[in-house]
């Protein structure tokens, strides 16, 4: 909300949603919309950071008895916006 009137940097994710699957954090992004130039590859390396602090965590709590690894990442963008 902090950046809704900055079209630079604004992006709307609508639900960040983690699973765990057969031992594989996996990761659903769904986002309203999202500004191409200007956020997608910083979107990306925000998911991966998010994707390494829960699985870290998940390690930490279940340690031995369900090891954990990098599951699916999957991003869902109802609008994409690229300015020319």
């Not at 809704?4 to 594989?24: E, H, I, N, T, Y």
């Not at 709590?61 to 869902?76: D, L, Q, R």
Request: charge should be negative.
């Amino acid at each position: 909300m902090k950046y809704d009137d900055d079209p630079d940097k604004a992006s709307c994710l609508s639900l960040v949603q983690f699973s765990v699957r057969d031992g594989f954090l996996n990761l659903n992004i769904y986002a309203r919309s999202q500004n191409f130039e200007n956020n997608f590859i910083y979107d990306n390396q925000t998911y991966m950071k998010m994707m390494r602090l829960v699985i870290n965590k998940i390690d930490d709590a279940w340690g031995e008895w369900m090891p954990i690894s990098f599951g699916t990442t999957t991003v869902h963008i109802n609008s994409l916006h690229k300015f020319v």
